[in-house]
């Protein structure tokens, strides 16, 4: 039984998370169904809320019970959740005590209104359109680091004050080192596959693809995963997210291009990977900051997961080929599942990160974060960001990028103010094959299950090791208790790569 200095602290957090869980259901509206007219007057009401809560936190109130908190929790199970809960809202209460809110609105301000230019400017393929919005939010950005640099003063770069809202006890020269094993690996086996590209067919996945049957098909597909209409909604965007508004209220999001298959298909998967980590954690979790992900990395573990290790495998098109033929007989009802198999997987560098391959996409990401490192550092003018992405494109994948809108507008990231998140993509990458490794040990089984459309056991493993957790363990921690290690090797993620590209070229 948690004692009453836990409770009462317990109860004032659940207040603060209410009126995040508010303002995550309004960023949800904003980002599916809000007209744009709107825009203006629910970025006030967003920082509003955004003020209220960050003042909630950073009271007097709050110290006063966490130090007696602190004081009645020393002894306890450190396995406990009141302990986990104690120690999470020391971490978090000093690093945000550094935030005034001023800053802290400034911040949804500056992003829900950047959020809205972005869509604009990347709808004319205009950067600098949307440069005033990246100038101001960069600048919160700045304010940021210098805030955090007074907590963690031995932090060795500005980057790192920033990574550690997504990732916790992770720095740069870390990322950096599983960043060129990566790096190093991947560019030789792009270059291989630009040479042998008509090694596999992709036509199967380009053609005629009604939107409304592309929705069926999606939904068909996820509620065989584990979506259900209860607890789950599945929407339209310009740029797929999940949003945990509850463990019992989860909403995903998808677009859909009505001449290319795998946009809707691989984003939803991808989005409910998301959306069960959140809706798997515990129950007694609820209200607290404790009832979302360990960090972004470990969600990205898990929507990549579900995207790829199953929804791009052979066994799961043993099954998903029916439901696929039955959605679009004209496309797939002569394929046979190693047809799709093919398609799905084929290897080519493209200009768009979230339509890229496996092999590719993780270069997408390494360019991301070397950018944003070398903004925040000045090494890079913004008004020089186009030139200096389409550089890197080229340098990396080889690729030509003809306009703004495929090239450094493409992702909402910058927009929302979300400097530091890019690296935990690969990052996921990295820890889903580690990940998979572990599970496939423990269900040898596993891959026959998807053949038969049966997902339960992954489910029921990722739920029980992972999403119960919630955010009780520091994600290296985490990694300790279920993987055994503290490390991210990149080295299964390398192996699959090159064993893919074997498998469909193979060299």
């Given at each position: ?7 009462k ?17 309004m ?17 006030e ?27 009645e ?14 120690k ?9 005590t550094?935030i ?30 949307f ?149 798997q ?40 080929i ?27 560098p ?158």
């Amino acid at each position: 039984m948690a004692s009453q200095a836990i409770t009462k602290l317990r109860d004032h957090l659940s207040t603060v998370n209410d009126i995040q869980g508010a303002l995550g259901l309004m960023g949800w509206d904003e980002r599916t169904f809000m007209p744009t007219g709107g825009a203006e007057v629910r970025a006030e009401r967003r920082a509003t809320l955004g003020r209220m809560a960050h003042e909630m936190f950073v009271s007097s109130e709050t110290e006063t019970l966490l130090a007696d908190a602190e004081r009645e929790s020393i002894g306890f199970d450190p396995d406990s959740d009141e302990l986990a809960l104690v120690k999470h809202t020391r971490r978090t209460l000093d690093r945000q005590t550094a935030i005034t809110s001023e800053l802290a609105s400034e911040a949804i301000r500056a992003s829900s209104l950047g959020y809205q230019t972005w869509i604009s400017a990347r709808a004319n393929s205009d950067f600098q359109a949307f440069l005033p919005a990246l100038n101001r939010i960069v600048d919160v950005n700045r304010r940021f680091v210098e805030a955090y640099r007074t907590v963690q003063p031995d932090a060795q770069e500005d980057y790192d004050l920033l990574l550690e809202d997504f990732e916790p006890g992770l720095t740069a020269e870390e990322i950096t080192s599983v960043f060129d094993v990566i790096r190093d690996r991947a560019i030789p086996l792009v270059a291989m596959v630009r040479e042998r590209a008509v090694d596999v067919d992709d036509g199967l996945v380009h053609g005629d693809f009604p939107i409304d049957r592309q929705r069926d098909l999606a939904m068909t597909v996820i509620k065989q995963c584990g979506f259900d209409d209860k607890h789950w909604r599945l929407d339209e965007t310009h740029h797929p997210f999940a949003s945990s508004i509850a463990t019992t209220d989860i909403r995903i999001t998808t677009r859909y291009i009505d001449n290319f298959f795998n946009s809707a298909f691989f984003g939803s998967l991808h989005e409910f990977g998301h959306g069960l980590y959140e809706r798997q954690v515990s129950p007694s979790l609820e209200r607290t900051p404790l009832a979302r992900g360990a960090s972004m990395a470990w969600h990205e573990s898990q929507s990549r997961m579900w995207e790829n290790l199953v929804g791009r495998s052979r066994s799961f098109w043993e099954w998903a080929i029916g439901p696929a033929r039955d959605a679009f007989p004209d496309a797939f009802g002569n394929a046979s599942p190693d047809d799709v198999y093919r398609a799905v997987n084929r290897l080519h560098p493209s200009l768009i990160r979230v339509e890229a391959d496996e092999l590719t996409y993780n270069l997408h990401i390494i360019l991301r974060f070397e950018m944003e490192r070398e903004i925040l550092a000045g090494k890079i003018e913004l008004d020089k960001l186009p030139q200096a992405w389409n550089q890197k494109m080229e340098e990396y994948l080889g690729v030509d990028v003809t306009d703004d809108a495929d090239g450094v507008l493409q992702d909402v990231h910058w927009s929302s103010g979300l400097f530091g998140y890019f690296p935990t993509y690969a990052l996921g990458n990295v820890l889903s094959l580690q990940l998979w490794q572990r599970i496939n040990d423990e269900i040898p089984s596993l891959e026959e299950s998807f053949a038969q459309g049966e997902f339960g056991e992954l489910r029921t493993w990722l739920g029980e090791n992972v999403h119960a957790h919630g955010s009780k363990y520091l994600p290296k921690d985490l990694m300790e208790r279920v993987l055994g290690t503290r490390e991210l090797n990149p080295g299964p993620l390398t192996n699959y790569l090159e064993a893919k590209v074997t498998d469909l070229y193979g060299a």
